[in-house]
Each structure stands twice: as C-alpha cells, then as structure tokens.
C-alpha cells in the first residue's frame, strides 16, 4: 500500500504542490538559494572601467607618514585641497565627523569644504542617540512611503560646523541579506520620524545642483526615487536598490605622487584601507572595502542602470515551475526516456539561458534556482514512478505468465508491457486440449506407489509443456493428466492455427520419443488425444478478487474440449475445428472426419486431423488418397452405404495406417446408419452421445 501511494502519479502531483507552497512560502533557504542565484548571474556581466569615479586609499603607506588614524583633520583638510588643486569635481568621505577635532581643526578642514564638493556622512544606528541628523528637503508623489522604509533608533551625525559647510550629508545605513551579504542598500532611512537619503543619493543630488528628492510610492510601496537632473532609480517596495558590482574604478594612495593626474575630473571617494582600519563588507563578488562598495552604487545610478526585479517576477517563476511539472507529469509516463529528457534538458537550458541574458543585456533579474530544481525533483521523481511501475509491472508479468509462457515470451511482454492486453477482450484465439489415455494401466503399473506415478506424470507433462513453449503458446492450466493452452494472447500471432498444429505434431513426435524412454523402463506407453479449435472467445484475467488466472472462456473453448474427446472414438491422435482447418490446410495435410453434434449441441460441426507426411513421395499418394476419401464421405452423406463400404474398404491402409482405426469405425457406422430409417433430407450431422 505505501509503495503504490509512493509511486503513484497523484504523489508526483502532492510533490508539485508542495514545492509550489513552498516556493510561495518563501522561507529562508529558499530565498537565501534565490539570492546565490542572483550573485552567480551577476559574475557573468563583463566589467566596465569607470570614467567618473576614482578611489582615494587611506592605506599603510599614508598612516605610515600621517600616523595613526583618526588623523588630525588639518591633514583631512589638506588632502582635501589637493583634490581640489588637481582639479577633482566633488569629493565623497564616507567617515563621520561626529566629534569636534582635538587638535583644533575643524575650522580648516570646513575651510576645505568651500574649495570642492565635500559630502561626508552621518550613520543609522540602533541606538536611539543624535536626533539632530541633517536633513534635507523631499517630494513625496502618492502614499506615504514612511511604512515601507527600513527603521533605525537613531542616527550618529557630524558636528554643525562640518555639516553646515559641506556640500551634502549622507546617511550610511545598509540592509544585508538573510546571508549577510550586502546585494541590496536604501536610498532612504527613516530614523526618529524623519526620512533621510543615504549618502549615494546624497552624492547624486550634489552633482545635480538640487536642494531636494522626489520619492514615489504606490499602494505596494515605494517604487522609485529621483534627483531631477538624473534618471529615475527604480527601487523595490523598501525603497532599496541592487548594486551592480561590475565596476572597476583606478585606485591611488592619498600619498601618491601619481593622485593629481588620477583624480583629475573624477569623483573621488575616500576610503581606509589600511590593515585593521578597513571594513570589508561581504557582497556577491567577494569582500570588498566600505568605499569601493559606495563608488558601485553611486556608479550604479550614475550609469541609469540599475538591476530590476518585476512585481511579478515571484508569480511567473511559480507558474512555470508549476505548467512546467504538470506536463512532465503527463509527458513522462506516457513516453520514453528519449522524448522526455530533452525536454528537461531544454527546460533547464531556456530557464538558466533566459535568467543570464536578462540580467547580462537588460539588467532584470529573474530566479532560475528554484525553477530548476523544482523541475529536476519533479522529473526524477516521475523516471522513478515510471521506472518503479515499470518494474513492478514486469515482475507482475513475469509472476502471472512466468509458468504458463516461454521465456522469450514472457521478455517480450516485460519489454512493451503494451502488448499485454488485461481483462476480458474478445479475440479469435486457437485453442488446444491434450489428455492421457490408458491412463488407468499407468496407474495399475505403480499401484500404491504414488510418488512413482507422480514423478512419470511430472516427465511426460514436461515434454508435453515444452513444445507449447517452444511455439509461443500460453499453456492456461492443467486438469489432472489433461492439458489446455492456447495461442494469439496475451501476445497478438496471426500464424496462431499455425503454431498450434505445429505443436500437436511436435508433441506427438515428443510422446513417441518419451514412451520409448519409458517402455525400456517398464512402464506402460502413455496414450494421447489432442483437440484443437480456433473461434473467437474472451481471454483475460479471470477469477475472484482473491485469486485470478489469465484464461479463456466461451463456447469455443468447450467445443476444443469436446474435440478432443472425439479424438479416442474416431481413432485419430488429432481432431481439429474447421476455422483450424481452413487456416492449415495449405501448410498440413489435413482429412474431414464428420460432420458432428457434440454433446450438449444441436448444430453439426465439421471435424478434421492432421497427419503425418513421411515424404514427399507418400505426399503424393495421400493426396490421390484424399480423393478417395472425399468421394467415400460423399457417397456416405447421400446414404449410398454399398459404394461408401466399398471406399472404405479400398482405404485400409492407406496413409501409412494412420487411419485404419477410423476406418474400421466407419465400416460400423454405416451399418448403423442403414438400419436407423434416416430421411431422404438427413443433414449427415452424427449426434455424439458421450464428451
């Protein structure tokens, strides 16, 4: 029970939901895995040199001539001049002035400010301190978009002089993922009631020469922010955007004697890198410095185009997930491993293909993640169900047919289980009925020994069985010393007459082989009569829900059995039907016996046997004899009994013998029929009294 629920198409279909909830569920793995996926995309975009950003390293060599870092800020305001001399356009310190200078230079170093666009920055923290962040003036178009940004309890800001005389204060406030990696930043904070841009917009409204922001939210939240003078920046409903880290920007130590003509016309952005100073923050493309990670994103909007992820991008990678299963679930079983793997592999190709030419050439991002390994589970799991069906199915066959079909059959059925058709079919098949005779003196032979007459039975049986096999033949059952099989199902075999009659000569062949086997050992020949019929009939599983065997059943099923009967009193080894007739008469030599009423029938039947043709010499002979045969039932079935006397007796002998018995029976129904006042109209229809 539990493997046919495991293995069932309804458990692939609860398999497809369930990794439809859960993609809709959105747990962390889940999201995490999408995010991996999302930085793997980014890798494959080719870098771009930036024309408009140039770092500034504060690293070993600067606090090796300076001294240790928090410097005095006369050096901050030095360096800041130098920019300007060299002709820099705006300078960006992501550092927080939040202490007035030690050393008195505050006064210098807000001197500097008016050279050269300086923003500094202010930092979003968690504890609620610094209400007095600088702000700056914003346009809000729609809802409010207060509900929809990332909260801090506070904010750690510059002191008035610094933030008065610079060019813009930017709020520093990142929003790492589930993962910690840093893929997404604010461009608003909202601290303490107030909102604020973060130091990148900051930048950006610097350069534009605006006083202020637009922000723009829908009923699903923020959708974009825009400094007038620069393109709209698309950002999620949290006001957030995803850097692209496929910027490489020069690099100078601030000491360097190469800054001038490095950071002429260039934005520079400051930032530590010294050993124990600097922040690396973990981001898709591996750690990188506080500053380096400031120049993506303001390189970001600066270049327009930002990474954009669809509303609705969540619901279309479901549903394809999802019509996707739903026709693996359909396709699978219904073909083979040839038809349904490339349609996997293409599926996986166009979802992975897709994902990477929209984010390398249009800047979207869509998951290829869970997509792919949805379908992947959903696939393996309908090969196995399909695989796993499979083979019960052929260890099915192999139990049902294994003892009544050849091995070769029975391969062939495992092989297209489709040949096999289950239940009750109608369907001309040929059917044969074997029994023993002189059964009785075998058994007198061993008298009480009955494993001796098991085992005798046992030898013949097995002979017999083996030529069934051999000609394709279902052998259905055995009935004490009686045999019946059948051919034309499970497997279809238009030569199935054919085959049947070649098998009743073969087993004949193989009783003359056994009995001398067993004469030399004392026992007693078996006797065999062998009736074959070929009519339409149902075949399938027949039985109880218990128990069940594959057979056939109608009347043309008893009529073989009836033939074979007919076999003892008629004096032949082989009865067969007419439609058996008609189908080898041109492969076997075949003679009408009669035209018969067998017991429990109204209607005449005509029957015929099979003999043996030693050669093609005795070939000839028997055809002429045939003749003579023909003429003598002729003359018996128009009651002309003298002439039908006189054939008769001219036939002795003939066919090698083979049908002296029979005439000798003849001889004794015609007298019979003389004496039984037949009418002029009489339909020749002998009336069997016995099986």
Request: proline content about 4%.
């Amino acid at each position: 029970m539990i493997k046919k629920m495991f293995t069932s198409k309804y458990a692939v279909f609860l398999l497809l939901l369930l990794l439809t909830l859960v993609r809709f569920a959105d747990p962390e793995p889940i999201e995490i895995l999408r995010l991996k996926g999302f930085d793997f995309i980014q890798k494959l975009e080719p870098s771009k040199v930036s024309e408009e950003i140039v770092l500034v390293d504060i690293g070993e060599p600067s606090i090796g001539r300076y001294g240790q870092w928090p410097w005095p800020r006369a050096v901050m305001a030095s360096m800041i001049n130098k920019f300007a001399d060299a002709g820099a356009t705006t300078v960006v310190l992501p550092i927080v002035f939040s202490e007035p200078d030690r050393q008195g230079g505050d006064d210098q170093l807000a001197k500097s400010f008016d050279r050269i666009p300086v923003i500094i920055a202010q930092a979003a923290t968690v504890q609620a301190f610094k209400p007095d962040a600088v702000r700056r003036g914003i346009s809000a178009v729609g809802a409010d978009p207060k509900p929809w940004l990332f909260e801090w309890q506070g904010a750690a800001s510059p002191i008035s002089k610094l933030a008065e005389s610079a060019a813009g204060v930017g709020m520093v406030a990142t929003a790492p993922e589930l993962d910690g990696v840093l893929r997404r930043v604010p461009m608003l904070a909202y601290v303490q009631g107030s909102i604020y841009p973060t130091l990148s917009l900051e930048v950006l409204r610097v350069l534009g020469g605006d006083i202020s922001y637009q922000v723009k939210t829908g009923d699903a939240g923020v959708q974009a922010v825009r400094i007038p003078k620069f393109a709209t920046i698309d950002t999620d409903n949290h006001a957030r955007i995803w850097i692209k880290y496929n910027n490489k920007f020069q690099k100078v130590e601030s000491i360097d004697n190469r800054l001038a003509e490095t950071v002429k016309d260039k934005i520079v952005i400051v930032g530590l890198t010294a050993a124990g100073l600097n922040t690396v923050l973990a981001t898709p493309v591996g750690g990188r410095e506080v500053h380096d990670v400031q120049a993506q994103i303001l390189q970001t909007q600066i270049n327009g185009n930002t990474i954009k992820r669809i509303d609705w991008a969540d619901l279309a990678e479901l549903m394809l997930m999802f019509v996707f299963g739903l026709s693996l679930i359909f396709l699978v079983p219904r073909t083979n491993l040839a038809t349904t793997l490339p349609v996997y592999i293409g599926y996986i190709i166009l979802v992975n293909v897709f994902s990477g030419i929209s984010y390398v050439y249009y800047d979207y991002l869509w998951d290829s993640t869970w997509p792919t390994i949805a379908g992947t589970l959903v696939f393996m799991y309908c090969l196995f169900n399909k695989y796993a069906l499979e083979l019960a199915l052929k260890l099915q066959i192999k139990k049902q047919f294994g003892t009544y079909l050849s091995p070769a059959l029975v391969a062939k059925l495992q092989k297209n289980p489709e040949l096999l058709q289950l239940g009750g079919d109608s369907k001309v098949l040929s059917i044969m009925f074997t029994d023993v005779r002189g059964f009785t003196s075998i058994s007198e032979h061993y008298g009480k020994d009955v494993q001796g007459l098991t085992k005798i039975m046992n030898r013949y049986m097995t002979a017999m069985t083996a030529k069934i096999l051999e000609n394709e033949g279902t052998l259905d059952k055995y009935i004490g010393d009686a045999q019946m099989a059948f051919w034309n199902a499970p497997l279809d075999d238009p030569d199935h007459a054919k085959h049947a009659v070649k098998t009743a000569l073969e087993m004949m062949g193989s009783l003359d082989a056994f009995n001398a086997e067993i004469v030399a050992e004392g026992v007693p020949a078996f006797g065999m009569g062998l009736g074959i019929n070929t009519a339409e009939v149902v075949v399938g599983n027949m039985g109880s829900s218990q128990r069940f065997d594959y057979t056939c059943l109608g009347d043309g099923v008893n009529l073989a059995s009836r033939l074979e009967g007919q076999s003892k009193p008629y004096g032949v080894r082989i009865v067969i039907g007419s439609l058996t007739n008609d189908m080898v008469k041109d492969d076997y030599f075949t003679l009408e016996l009669d035209c018969i009423a067998v017991k429990g029938k109204k209607e005449g039947v005509n029957i015929f046997t099979v003999l043996t043709v030693p050669d093609a010499a005795a070939g000839a002979e028997y055809l002429l004899s045939r003749n003579t045969h023909e003429e003598m039932l002729s003359a018996y079935r128009a009651q002309n009994w003298i002439k039908a006397v006189k054939l008769v007796n001219e036939l002795k002998g003939d066919f090698d013998g083979q049908m002296d018995h029979y005439y000798d029976l003849w001889l004794e129904r015609i007298e019979e029929m003389k004496h039984a006042k037949l009418p002029k109209d009489w339909d020749s229809v002998y009336r069997a009294t016995s099986k």
